[in-house]
């Protein structure tokens, strides 16, 4: 049996069993000495002998975050995004919490706080790395806990499904626009995206080595989802590609030479150009999807070309026009 005592005003639980190292611990309530107690023996009568908890109650949230920013975060795609996001998070009050400690009801408490000034897309973002941070301590870093406390708590629902496409002359208005603008490659970057769908990073990745003009394909071998695929390519992006050869982008590797940053700047100066609104540069992958749809390409034709994995995540990304479908149907 534990022993329960007060101490100093606290109360403390201290447990004993043959095979393992003596275990005491401090607490506020005797309920919380009894309760550790209990699970702890119940532990050791599972398995033979007791985790060593203590390092999971001398580290707080936030050291663990910065831990995984400086030793996770630089080994995935998206390092860039999910440092910057661990840089907010461990400013967070939760993030003085130890390891031990920190509850559902802490991570429910700062879901809800998060909600009130943040888009639910990027709570569940910060829940997820909160939770991988807390499964790398548990499996590689020895760091103990019962459950991971972030797995037991709702995560608020992603509503941010888009169903814009490109509607009436804003196609060609956009396409215009490019000519009077500062990016040369613009035009044609365009054009690529609403004929094969590729993701922004996909386009940008691209370099004169990955384009086979007599195959009709354009190599990735970096994607979203780490996996290298190969899109074909349609006449009309075939002519877009091979109108950049008339340009100096030949003089560098990229086939659109630009950053994330520098195209985002260009698209908006675009539209302002273009008169177009409420449009975003991913929307050219929903119009890119739902013509292929439109052109009678199966499912599994589709995500072999867009790279989708989930085909519930394809469905997305497809807004088939009624009035297209109700002319098939005659």
């Not at 941070?133 to 103990?144: D, T």
């Not at 365009?190 to 004169?208: H, K, N, P």
């Not at 695929?229 to 340009?247: E, G, M, Y």
């Not at 929307?283 to 072999?304: M, N, P, W, Y």
């Amino acid at each position: 049996m534990a022993t329960i005592r007060k101490l100093r005003g606290r109360w403390q639980a201290a447990v004993r069993r043959k095979g393992m190292k003596p275990r005491a611990k401090s607490f506020d309530t005797k309920a919380e000495a009894e309760r550790w107690a209990r699970e702890l023996e119940a532990e050791v009568d599972r398995f033979g002998r007791a985790s060593d908890t203590r390092p999971a109650e001398n580290i707080t949230l936030g050291a663990l975050l910065r831990r995984y920013r400086d030793e996770v975060s630089p080994t995935k795609r998206g390092a860039l995004q999910e440092i910057q996001r661990i840089d907010v998070l461990v400013r967070h009050d939760i993030c003085h919490r130890t390891l031990a400690g920190l509850s559902s009801a802490d991570i429910a408490s700062y879901r809800d706080e998060r909600m009130k000034k943040v888009a639910s897309s990027t709570v569940v973002r910060e829940l997820a790395i909160i939770s991988h941070a807390i499964e790398v301590a548990q499996r590689e870093w020895g760091y103990h806990l019962a459950f991971n406390p972030v797995k037991r708590v709702r995560r608020p629902i992603v509503a941010n499904a888009r169903s814009r496409r490109l509607e009436g002359e804003e196609e060609q208005r956009l396409l215009d626009a490019c000519e009077t603008g500062r990016t040369p490659c613009l035009k044609s970057l365009l054009i690529v995206a609403i004929e094969t769908g590729m993701r922004r990073g996909e386009l940008l990745s691209i370099t004169w080595a990955d384009v086979d003009l007599n195959a009709r394909i354009v190599h990735l071998t970096r994607t979203k989802n780490g996996e290298s695929r190969d899109v074909p390519l349609s006449s009309r992006a075939i002519k877009a590609i091979q109108a950049l050869r008339s340009t100096n982008t030949l003089s560098t590797e990229r086939l659109f030479p630009l950053t994330p940053g520098a195209l985002e700047q260009a698209w908006t100066r675009l539209k302002a150009r273009a008169n177009v609104a409420g449009l975003r540069l991913h929307d050219l992958r929903h119009e890119a999807v739902s013509r292929l749809f439109e052109k009678g390409l199966s499912t599994i034709e589709v995500s072999a070309i867009s790279g989708h994995k989930e085909l519930r995540m394809l469905s997305r990304y497809t807004h088939l026009r009624a009035t297209d479908l109700a002319t098939r149907l005659n």
